[in-house]
């Protein structure tokens, strides 16, 4: 299922992170176009924002802020 949605968060955990783009999308196993487009904002399948979840190690509901833990 594809959905659009800002994820900010995303990016920044990333940078709180220390991580640079190519250190997330390699280790998550997507193509860099596709985390670009995440970072972005664009479209993306939630299997995506959960690999990406898995690479910064943490839950897929901080990612997309949605207030649960």
């Known amino acids: 299922m594809r959905r659009r949605a800002s994820t900010p968060r995303v990016r ?4 709180r ?3 640079s783009q190519d250190d997330v999308w ?3 196993g997507i193509q860099r ?3 670009q ?3 972005a904002g664009e479209d993306w399948r939630g299997s995506t924002l959960l690999r990406i ?3 910064l190690d943490v839950p897929l ?3 997309l802020g949605d ?3």
């Open 33 to 35: 176009w596709t985390y």
């Open 53 to 55: 979840a898995w690479v």
């Open 26 to 28: 390699l280790a998550a």
């Open 17 to 19: 992170q220390n991580l």
């Open 12 to 15: 920044a955990e990333r940078l």
């Open 67 to 69: 207030g649960r833990p």
């Open 61 to 63: 509901s901080e990612l």
């Open 37 to 39: 487009r995440v970072e």
